[in-house]
């Protein structure tokens, strides 16, 4: 199962930034996730535009300067998880990954169909991943007097989401799901296995969430606290 660190090790050192990617490095991981956006004319490495405003002049990197320092060797038996936050950049991003050699141990994943659909048509080889379900906040972490309109989502893309994303693997659209960890059940992992893909959840930072997916047999796990890998693993092997 690989082990992904959520924006470097984002409950390390803030995300998307270099402090965050170096303390990732040095933690059990085998990928780092981190996010790209369009924010005043560039390609930044934030997860949104307040997110950008917030490090500007600080710890904001560009899309270039942080592809630069993780093209370095340091970094070079990790694979990257390029999160493409909205539609627009596609091509550019390839080309930025190619010019550093860093498109063969990249997956580019996003919530917008369109934009892989994009990529396949250019670059067939590029391993790609649809990130499920289309949502713009964490559903866990809403307000409890929506919590049973929260588990109601849940439960509806447990049913459909799994026949969903086997069609699209096997029409050969993408290569992995990321899902959300709260809808990954047997039978999505069944279904994205299935038909020959990968299943990876997000976000998890609590062991037992951990267990759970690892049980099911999921290909690998997003975490903002990279260390609770190692936390879990050692739980494990007492029990």
């Given at each position: 199962m690989k082990r992904i660190g959520h924006k470097g090790a984002h409950l390390v050192e803030a995300g998307n930034t270099i402090a965050s990617f170096e303390a990732a490095r040095g933690l059990p991981i085998d990928m780092i996730e981190f996010d790209v956006i369009r924010w005043q004319g560039r390609l930044v490495?934030?997860?949104?535009?307040?997110?950008?405003?917030?490090?500007?002049?600080?710890?904001?990197?560009?899309?270039?300067?942080?592809?630069?320092?993780?093209?370095?060797?340091?970094?070079?038996?990790?694979?990257?998880?390029?999160?493409?936050?909205?539609?627009?950049?596609?091509?550019?991003?390839?080309?930025?990954?190619?010019?550093r050699d860093l498109h063969t141990r990249t997956t580019i994943t996003t919530m917008h169909e369109q934009s892989l659909t994009l990529i396949r048509e250019h670059h067939p080889g590029?391993?790609?991943?649809?990130?499920?379900?289309?949502?713009?906040?964490?559903?866990?972490?809403?307000?409890?007097?929506?919590?049973?309109?929260?588990a109601g989502g849940v439960g509806y893309h447990r049913i459909r989401q799994p026949t969903r994303v086997a069609r699209l693997l096997r029409e050969g659209a993408i290569d992995a799901v990321m899902a959300f960890h709260a809808v990954v059940g047997?039978?999505?992992?069944?279904?994205?296995?299935g038909a020959g893909g990968e299943i990876y959840a997000w976000t998890v930072d609590d062991v037992a969430t951990i267990d759970r997916l690892t049980a099911l047999g999921v290909d690998g796990i997003v975490s903002n606290d990279p260390r609770l890998f190692?936390?879990?693993?050692?739980d494990r092997a007492a029990a």
């Open positions: 490495i934030a997860h949104d535009p307040h997110d950008a405003a917030e490090r500007e002049g600080d710890s904001l990197l560009t899309m270039e300067q942080g592809l630069d320092h993780l093209a370095g060797g340091d970094f070079s038996s990790l694979g990257l998880d390029v999160d493409m936050k909205h539609r627009g950049f596609e091509l550019e991003l390839i080309d930025a990954l190619a010019e590029q391993h790609i991943g649809l990130t499920i379900p289309l949502v713009n906040r964490d559903w866990l972490a809403m307000p409890k007097p929506v919590q049973a309109l929260v047997r039978r999505l992992v069944d279904a994205v296995q190692q936390r879990a693993a050692a």
